[in-house]
């Protein structure tokens, strides 16, 4: 079993900061990646931002140089500090871990249960 969980959503006004940070629990092995992507209302989820293990990051478009991904790989957890926020990211944000939970295992992509991030005109 792995279990990945959520913490820092909420609600903040436009130009705010909030920082959402998520922990991979369980039988993990490694893990290849560790991301964020978000579903707002009536739109398919997407992805924010990802790090791969060896420090390499991936962001949309639409948040570079607003978000910033970290992680740290002994403890598995992974953050996202995300400044200069705009009404258009007010959506649900889930955390994302592709892991192996043994050795031998495929790569499987494991999902956080969401966190609400709403940003107020």
């Known amino acids: 079993q792995v279990q990945l969980v959520e913490s820092g959503g909420g609600l903040v006004q436009a130009g705010g900061s909030l920082r959402l940070s998520c922990a991979a629990s369980?039988?993990?092995?490694?893990?290849?990646?560790m991301g964020w992507y978000r579903q707002a209302p009536g739109k398919q989820r997407e992805l924010v931002a990802q790090?791969?293990?060896?420090?390499?990051?991936n962001y949309a478009d639409s948040v570079k140089g607003r978000f910033t991904i970290s992680r740290d790989n002994a403890k598995n957890t992974v953050n996202l500090q995300m400044n200069s926020l705009k009404p258009e990211d007010t959506a649900v944000y889930y955390c994302?871990?592709?892991?192996?939970?043994?050795?031998?295992?495929?790569?499987?992509?494991?999902w956080g249960q969401g966190t609400q991030v709403t940003v107020s005109s």
């Open positions: 994302n871990g592709r892991l192996k939970h043994m050795v031998g295992a495929r790569w499987d992509d494991y």
């Open positions: 369980g039988s993990i092995y490694t893990v290849n990646a």
């Open positions: 790090i791969i293990s060896g420090g390499s990051t």
